[in-house]
């Protein structure tokens, strides 16, 4: 074998293993994948997306729908919202849910959970411990 290609193959082998370990860390929200039926629109991985947010079902859903600025209803492992909406705009609306309602403010870390108190929310990172008021926009 050549050594120059040898020492080439172990650098991008090297190259490789720090970008593989950041994509196995990284918290992925999943796109939406929508299904249109005459003027409305289906969430079809609803579950999927609030199993990987880990919030409860109808808080992100009354959140959701109060952002998207229409009414629907969650139809077993569906999202049912009124009106055609485009995938770009709801992958935009659950990103701002999450980073409101589960990303935590200082280490960016998905592991944290919802507390109320009173009429106050704070959100409580099990990663760094930091807990903060959730100022709702
Ligand atoms: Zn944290």
Redesign the pocket.
Known sequence: MDLNNYEKLLESAYERIPENIKQSNRFEIPKVILHLESKNTYITNFNKIINTLNRDKKHFFRIFLQKAGTMGEIRGNQLFLKGRYKEQVLNRLIEIYTKTYVL??????P??VIQRESKKLFLK??????REEIKEK
């Open positions: 935590c403010s200082v280490c960016n870390k592991d944290t990172c099990a990663a760094c411990g930091v």
